[in-house]
């Protein structure tokens, strides 16, 4: 499993104009396909009077599913660079999908190439990206009595604290890097003079 992987910080649009066509390039951040083809929908259904509707996306954290469409352009010269430019910058649960609307004036096919893969690359710059790193999911369960100190001394230290939920007791939700399991817990222990007890969940990816 991925120690760590990067995404777009928030969706949105970035336009580049090339000898008279304009290159609009939407991005978004998704989990699974279905979601990616109806964002290319959307962006499609925004557009419906543009040329083209190029688009590449690569979701899991290894990059394991990948796709890429020229719609309608010379084969190879909108899609492919698109997703060459995607796993170029390591991104990942991303789509792009570049809108042209045609200027007048052919670019040649390494002329669509460059323009396809800058629009991307340009959107991300805009837009901006982040690390997701692999977390093991914990709960701490502890008193009421020493809770508000234990919750200030985790995000002091930069714990991820996921949530806090009272009850009989505190039960503290966060979020721990795999190879500092062990010393959190005797962190804990020595914080909590052995009061707190710390159980082990499964897996998931949160900013690093």
Same mark, same amino acid.
């Given at each position: 499993?991925?120690?760590q992987y990067r995404t777009l910080a928030h969706a949105g649009v970035h336009e580049i104009e090339i000898n008279k066509s304009r290159f609009l390039c939407a991005l978004a951040p998704v989990a699974t396909e279905a979601e990616a083809q109806d964002f290319i929908a959307a962006v499609r259904k925004e557009h419906p009077t543009a040329r083209h509707h190029c688009y590449a996306y690569v979701l899991g ?34 789509? =792009? %999908?570049?809108?042209?609307?045609? &200027? ?6 390494? *002329? @669509?190439?460059? +323009?396809?893969?800058? #629009? ?39 714990? =991820? %604290?996921?949530?806090?939920?009272? &009850? ?6 966060? *979020? @721990?890097?795999? +190879?500092?399991?062990? #010393? ?25």
């Amino acid at each position: 499993m991925q120690e760590q992987y990067r995404t777009l910080a928030h969706a949105g649009v970035h336009e580049i104009e090339i000898n008279k066509s304009r290159f609009l390039c939407a991005l978004a951040p998704v989990a699974t396909e279905a979601e990616a083809q109806d964002f290319i929908a959307a962006v499609r259904k925004e557009h419906p009077t543009a040329r083209h509707h190029c688009y590449a996306y690569v979701l899991g954290a290894d990059g394991g599913v990948q796709k890429a469409s020229d719609d309608g352009e010379p084969g190879g010269t909108a899609g492919v660079p698109m997703l060459q430019m995607l796993l170029r910058r390591e991104m990942r649960y991303v789509v =792009a %999908v570049v809108t042209r609307y045609f &200027g007048g004036v052919k670019l040649g096919a390494g *002329g @669509l190439i460059r +323009a396809y893969g800058g #629009a991307v690359g340009e959107a991300l710059d805009t837009l901006g990206t982040v690390v997701r790193r692999r977390y093991r999911l914990a709960t701490v369960t502890v008193d009421h009595q020493r809770a508000g100190k234990l919750e200030n001394d985790l995000r002091a230290t930069g714990r =991820a %604290v996921r949530e806090v939920i009272y &009850g009989a007791e505190v039960r503290i939700g966060i *979020g @721990l890097p795999e +190879a500092e399991v062990e #010393a959190f817990g005797a962190w804990l222990a020595d914080t909590t003079a052995g009061s707190a007890v710390l159980e082990l969940g499964g897996e998931a990816y949160g900013e690093a």
